[in-house]
Every structure is written in C-alpha cells, then in structure tokens.
C-alpha cells in the first residue's frame, strides 16, 4: 500500500526538477538578487520535504514554493537584521515587491525565465560570463559541471560568474525583456550565446567527451525554452539549425572518434525524430519575415536532411540559400562553403576559381578548412602536387586532433 | 542610481562634435532631470595627476597611459537602471568618435 507521506516526497523531489529553475527566476525577481534567491529556493524545498508529507502537496506547488522563498528570504533579512540598523532593514523590505504582485502561475513565471536570460546575456557582460551565468542560472548546471564542459579551472570559472554576478547587483542590470526597439538586438546576443554553447559541446564530441556535461543536449533545452517565450524567426531557425546538427551526431564520427565527411555518413544513423522537429521548425521560421542566417542556416542543413542519398542534394536549392546568406550575413566562410556547393552543382574546376580568389584575398589563410576545400578539389581534378600542398597548409592550421587525423588519412591517401 | 559616463575620445578628433550639439544634449537632459553635473574638459597635456605616497603628495604630468583616447569630459547621470544609462550614454555625442565609460557611482559609506 502507497505511503502518503513517501508519494509527497516524491512528488517535491519531481517539482524540483522540473521546477526549481522557473522558481529560481521567479525569486531573483521579487528578491532582486541571485544569492538571496538561491538560499531562499533551498530553503523553500526544505520547507517542502518537511510539510508537504505531514500537510499534503498544495495545489499549486510553484506558488506555494515561490511564497515560501520570499517569506524565508524576508525572514532571513529580520534575522540579521539584528546586526544592522532597522533602517537598512526596511530599505531592504521595502525592495521586495509583495508577493500579490507576483501571480503564482501561467504567464509572469514564463517571464520570469525570460528576464534571466536577457539578464544573464546582457552585453554588458563578457561573452564567457555570459555563457557560464546562463548554464549556472537558467539550466542550473553546477559551477563544476560547467568547468569540466569548458575544460576550465572550477576555481577561475567560479570566481567569474561571482564577478558577473557583482556586476549585475552593482551596475544595476535590470530584470527586464528589452522593449520592442532593443529586442532584435538583445535577443541576437542570447541566441549567440546558445549557440555557442550548442558548439562547443558539438564540435569536441569526441575521445574523452564522454564524460562531459552534453552541452548540446543543453543548448537544445535552451532552445525549446526560447521558442515558447519568444516566438520569433530566429529563434525557430535556431532550434532548426541545432536538430538537425544534432540529428547527425551518431554518423559523423566513427566509434574511434575520427570524423566521417556527410556525404560518406551513414544516413541510415539520422534521427529520425531531431530531423522531423527541424523541418518543421524551419517551416515555422520562414512564415516569420525578415528570414535571418540561422534560419538560412537550417534550411541548408534541412537540404542535406532530406536527401535520400548524397548524390541525390539538391545542390542549386544549397548554392541559393548561400546567395541569400551572404545578403544578411556577409563574411568570408559563407563565401567559402558557397564555393563548396558550386563545385557540387558546377563542378570542381567553378569551385577551385572561387576559392582561389578567396585565399588570395588573406581572410581565410590561416583557416584550416580553406586549405582543406582547396586540397579536396585540386584532388577531384586530379592535380595530386596542388592537393598534397594544400593539405600540408590545412595540417598546419588545423588544432583539434579528430580533424588532424581526417586531414593526414586524406593526405595519405593521394596517389604517390 | 547614480553613474557616470566618461566620455573618452582622441582629441584630435575633439572638432568633428560640435560644442553647441553637446550643449543642447545637456541641456535637454538636465530638463528631464537625468543630469546631475558634468563638465568637457581641458585636452589631457593640461593634467596633473596627484597621488599621496609616504604620507607626500607626489604629482605627474599628463594621464596615466599612452592609449590614444583620453579623458575629454564627464556626464554625472540619473538613471534607473544600467539600460537607461546606456540608452542615454548612447546618445552623448561624442560617442561616435570615441567611447563612453558608463560606471556606477558608489555612495561614501561615511556612517
């Protein structure tokens, strides 16, 4: 027979997980600081593991919680208060809104969470900050998980997510979703922000990732989050961009670690699931005008999602959704992965011209990937000594180990 | 709350921001209540820098660095929060050609 009081143990425990972060954001409002919201999110589930087995769960458990931390951080601040002036206190009182301000459910905790972000990514931060202060505050990984995902000290990551938090409390960044006129900004900077988190835990997914935090898996979360707070076209084309990267994971390594090129992957491997939610949130993004790059981004990957076979790329649909890339997002590695895909549609004689004129320009020299595309089509062309120099350029840029072992098998490979 | 916006600019491009454009830019501000004080000042060889070492005042010529940009004037600001201080920053003239410092002004605890 069920034990009543073991069942609403279980059931804090679940609230917690699937709650405490919406919670958390809720408290950094009404409290309007990270580290008295936190202790107050801890005491509230205290409360909850105590009372809710001896009184039963209470019907809205996220409002229970919520009033629970507000009252216990306004107690806290009485507490020791006695070691400072009655003065200070009622500053401080005064600072918490009530909490008949603060809905326990529905829309304003959605907000809640939005705030954060925009907090937690606002440019005033550095870049790095950012990126910790989002996975510590809106994904509630712990300061050592993220360290171990940035391969960083716990120490030196800790001590700059405390300084980013100064910030915030000193500077005085507001909880607040940017207005109407900043939003297409500000919300650039946090999607930059999961996308970069997405990369990280994508490109080094390999060797001795396995014990890492999966940053991308993270970032997807992030991801979803977004799409049902800011419905934008941005925001589904990333979420887009990401699936159907993600989508590829299990094919584009091989179970040694060393990379496997799309057009040799094992399609058969795709999920299956990741590319039907991509495509569908590609859709989405092009009903939203304007169209931007990772949505543009997205409906490329969905073209290679949808080929049967590599043979089979619609290769001029790839070639005009990089014209419309280089429109919105000029820069020097879109042109370059153009060039690719004309030589996939015109041939490998139309993409070595377009990626000579490239590296003749200097942006790209010390780009790995440029020497390697060029080495690729001098190959096809059957030109081996161009071939086995441009390899030896893309060796000596080239950093990650997995790419490295690409690049010598390809070099290795060219006929004597 | 409090801030300062410094304004940071190479003063051979002091010219290029017309002096009655940041006077009206002041006083518009001041008419919103947002500007509590703030003066342009003199190009940085006119500086002295004090600093007491030792118990004696031991002084400098000119600023700190050799950066490009220097000190050419300062904002003292109200605002609600760092984005409405950016948001006024923003529009300070000289940011075009130079940068603003936006800094929280902190209270002297004199208690």
Known sequence: MPDPSAAARVAAEDVYRRESRRVFATLVRLLGDFDVAEEALHDAFRAALEQWPVQGVPEHPRAWLVSTGRFKAIDGLRRRARFVSTETLGDALEAIPDERAAPGDGEELADDRLRLIFTCCHPALATDAQVALTLREICGLTTEEIAQAFLARPAALAQRIVRAKAKIRDARIPYEVPGREQLAARLDAVLRVVYLVFNE???????????????????????????????????????????????????????????????????????????????????????????????????????????????ATDWPRIVALYDLLLRVEPSPVVELNRAVAVAMRDGPQAGLALVDALLARGDLAGYHLAHAARADLCRRLGRHAQAREAYVQALSHARQAPERRFLERQLGSLPA | MKYACLVYLDETLRETVPDRECKAFGDGLRARGCLLGGEALRPSHTATVVRVRNGGVALTDGPFAETKEQLAGFYLIDATDLNEAIQIAARIPPARVGSIEVRPVRELDAG
Do not use: K, N
């Not at chain 1, 299990?250 to 990741?274: F, I, K, M, N, S």
């Not at chain 1, 543009?296 to 969905?302: F, K, Y």
């Open chain 1, 201 to 311: 835990g994508y490109s080094a997914s390999s060797g001795e990732a396995v014990t890492r935090v999966d940053l991308s898996t993270e970032a997807i979360r992030l991801g979803r989050l977004l799409v049902d707070l800011v419905p934008e076209g941005e925001t589904f084309g990333l979420l887009a961009l990401m699936l159907l990267h993600e989508s590829r994971r299990a094919a584009r390594t091989t179970p040694g670690g060393d990379l496997v090129r799309l057009d040799e992957q094992d399609r058969a491997q795709w999920d299956r699931g990741q590319i039907a939610e991509g495509l569908e949130c590609v859709g989405r993004a092009f009903a939203r005008e304007p169209v931007g790059a990772y949505t543009l981004q997205a409906a490329i990957a969905a073209t290679h999602a949808t080929a049967p076979h590599a043979a």
